[in-house]
Each structure stands twice: as structure tokens, then as C-alpha cells.
T-cell receptor
Framework: SQKIEQNSEALNIQEGKTATLTCNYTNYSPAYLQWYRQDPGRGPVFLLLIRENEKEKRKERLKVTFDTTLKQSLFHITASQPADSATYLCALSGSARQLTFGSGTQLTVLP | DAGITQSPRHKVTETGTPVTLRCHQTENHRYMYWYRQDPGHGLRLIHYSYGVKDTDKGEVSDGYSVSRSKTEDFLLTLESATSSQTSVYFC???????????????FGPGTRLTVL
């Protein structure tokens, strides 16, 4: 069956360090993968999209990699700040072009 | 937030009663979606629409129906609410579904529904 797994439900890191979040999937062949940020009590907010033929995408302090052989995406936040604390969701495009979301990783950046 | 509103924002109802949630957009986006979010399950697609009067089922559509009579409004109806439908419901919109640009989804603020 199709499955999306995001590493550990919660991740704590020290301010200034790089946070690395993992999204693994099985039985998908996504055309693209997206990352979203969700703050408590609010809807998700789109951050980045990476296509199957792209290895890496950057946006300011964010970097996403996409390895279709390993079936994995890594999401990095460099020079992390307490304001980066949130839940981060990965989402894959399915065969019907609908997005399927992982359950998210809750990131806490400690001052 | 993109121009998406959801109403009501909170609702408590009893088992067996009908409930309708409304999503309204001012972005003129073609695609609209209803998701539910539950602890441990993430966001799951209930139904989506690819145009006025054009809708299709998502992963967890049982017990839900939708209607879209205007581009800007997408309604989600629970014909007879059950306790298992207690959840946070999010509406989302997107301009495209293609693998190119403009297929990111913009989410509304959510509706917290409790079925007693």
C-alpha cells in the first residue's frame, strides 16, 4: 500500500543549527513533492515544490532535496530560529494528481 | 492568507444531525478541496472539485457529500454526523493540478467540528 513517513513526530534543535526533516515514501511515483508549514490552529502554508527531475531546490534558508531512487526528500532549515518552530508537512502528488500528505514533523527551535 | 474563508469556525453538534460547512474563495481558482486533519493521520482528502458542478471523491469520502454551484463556494455536508467525524476540516484551493507551476494549495483557517 502507499505510505508516506515523516521522521519522528517531534524534533528539537538549538537555535542557529540546521534542522533536517525527512520524508520517505513507498509505492508512489510522484511527479512532484511539496513542503508545507503549519502553525497551531492554522491551515498549512506552502513553502517549496520540487519536481521529480530536480535534485535540489532552495529558497532563502530552506533547501529541499528529492531522491526518487531512495524515495526520499530531505528538508533543511539553515541557521534555524525560534520562529521556525512549527509542524512541517510533506505532500506527494499521486496518480490522480491529488496531494497526499504525511502526518508531519513538529519542529521546536530552542533559544 | 489567500482569500479563503471557512464558516463556521467552530461547531458542536449531536450525532445524527446534518451539518454543512462552507468554503468561500475570492481568488477565482479552479480547484477546491476539503480535507480533514486528525492526530496521527495528517491531512486526508475528503472530496475535491475541478470546476462548477464537477466534483470527485477523495480518500475518505464515506459519510460526506459536496456541492459547488459557484466558482467561489464549495460546501461540505455531513448528512448524519457521527462521532468519528469529529475533526478539524480544512478547505484548500489551487489554480492548477499540473506538475508545472501554480499547483500549490492555499488553505483556509479550518473548522473545528465536534460531534457529541
Amino acid at each position: 500500500s502507499q505510505k508516506i513517513e515523516q521522521n519522528s513526530e517531534a524534533l528539537n534543535i538549538q537555535e542557529g543549527k540546521t534542522a533536517t526533516l525527512t520524508c520517505n515514501y513507498t509505492n508512489y511515483s510522484p511527479a512532484y513533492l511539496q513542503w508545507y508549514r503549519q502553525d497551531p490552529g492554522r491551515g498549512p502554508v506552502f513553502l517549496l515544490l520540487i519536481r521529480e527531475n530536480e535534485k535540489e531546490k532552495r529558497k532563502e534558508r530552506l533547501k529541499v532535496t528529492f531522491d526518487t531512487t531512495l524515495k526520499q526528500s530531505l528538508f533543511h532549515i539553515t541557521a534555524s530560529q525560534p520562529a521556525d518552530s512549527a509542524t512541517y508537512l510533506c505532500a506527494l502528488s499521486g496518480s490522480a494528481r491529488q496531494l497526499t500528505f504525511g502526518s508531519g514533523t513538529q519542529l521546536t527551535v530552542l533559544p | 492568507d489567500a482569500g479563503i474563508t471557512q464558516s463556521p469556525r467552530h461547531k458542536v453538534t449531536e450525532t445524527g444531525t446534518p451539518v454543512t460547512l462552507r468554503c468561500h474563495q475570492t481568488e477565482n481558482h479552479r480547484y477546491m478541496y476539503w480535507y480533514r486533519q486528525d492526530p496521527g493521520h495528517g491531512l486526508r482528502l475528503i472530496h475535491y472539485s475541478y470546476g462548477v458542478k464537477d466534483t470527485d471523491k477523495g480518500e475518505v469520502s464515506d459519510g460526506y457529500s459536496v456541492s459547488r454551484s459557484k466558482t467561489e463556494d464549495f460546501l461540505l455536508t455531513l448528512e448524519s454526523a457521527t462521532s468519528s467525524q469529529t475533526s478539524v476540516y480544512f478547505c484548500a484551493i489551487s489554480e492548477s493540478q499540473a506538475s508545472g507551476d501554480n499547483n500549490e494549495q492555499f488553505f483556509g483557517p479550518g473548522t473545528r467540528l465536534t460531534v457529541l
